[in-house]
């Protein structure tokens, strides 16, 4: 079973709408940690959120906001008022204490922004 | 923040050759380091995972023979991908993670490296 499902592999929204992606998890270790990041054209790794298990405060970072919810493995993340620079790949990932802490990556999501 | 450095950035070569590919940690020691691989339009896998001082760690159906990674130091790993042959052309991807107990599971990200293999 995958450890990190990202359900929609492609959304395309006009500039200015809020899309939401979507990240499901699964673990039984009781302390992990989770992220997105941010995969522009280039290629590089952008980092955008890691949040530990213990911490479901949800977060709000400028347009992005992140919503953390244990009781349904979730961590979803929104953007806010898109813009054409939002168009990239985000992958949710997840990082268990009992793994490592290597990273399980997500399918990913490729968000294309039209103006 | 924490840099990451890959060299180098885009490596053509032909059929048959080996190519090594560097990850630095600029500004912190990094006991391990981790060696993802990316096709196009996929998600990235881990391949390996590499400790100071230590053989690498290999996932499941990663040939370590192929794929070879040394760890020399605190701040360097290298993947040299041996016999290149055009399905491993790829997008090679390092991370690391800081030393410091207090950065536990915060990793951080080489810009990656593309290969193409002719």
């Known amino acids: 079973a995958q450890k990190v499902t990202q359900a929609q592999t492609e959304i395309s929204v006009v500039e200015k709408e809020d899309v939401t992606l979507d990240c499901v998890y699964e673990?039984?270790?009781?302390?992990?940690?989770l992220f997105w990041y941010k995969q522009p054209p280039s290629g590089e790794l952008v980092f955008l959120i890691r949040?530990?298990?213990?911490?479901?405060q949800n977060e709000i970072s400028g347009r992005y906001s992140w919503n953390f919810q244990k009781s349904t493995s979730s961590f979803n993340f929104t953007i806010t008022a898109s813009q054409v620079v939002d168009s990239a790949v985000y992958f949710c990932a997840l990082s268990e204490e009992a793994a490592g802490n290597k990273l399980t990556f997500g399918g990913g999501t490729r968000v294309l922004v039209k103006p | 923040g924490a840099v990451v450095s890959q060299h180098p950035s885009r490596v053509i070569c032909k059929s048959g050759t080996s190519v090594k590919i560097e990850c630095r940690s600029l500004d912190f020691q990094a006991t391990t380091m981790f060696w993802y691989r990316q096709f196009p339009k996929q998600s990235l896998m881990l391949m390996a995972t590499s400790n100071e001082g230590s053989k690498a760690t290999y996932e499941q159906g990663v040939e370590k023979d192929k794929f070879l990674i040394n760890h020399a130091s605190l701040t360097l790993s290298t993947l040299t991908v041996t016999s290149a042959h055009p399905e491993d052309s790829s997008f090679y991807i390092c991370?690391?993670?800081?030393?410091?107990?207090?950065?536990?599971?915060?990793?951080?990200f080489g810009e990656g490296s593309r290969l193409t293999v002719l």
């Open positions: 673990t039984r270790d009781t302390t992990y940690y």
């Open positions: 991370s690391a993670r800081k030393r410091t107990p207090a950065n536990t599971g915060e990793l951080f």
């Open positions: 949040r530990n298990s213990f911490d479901e």
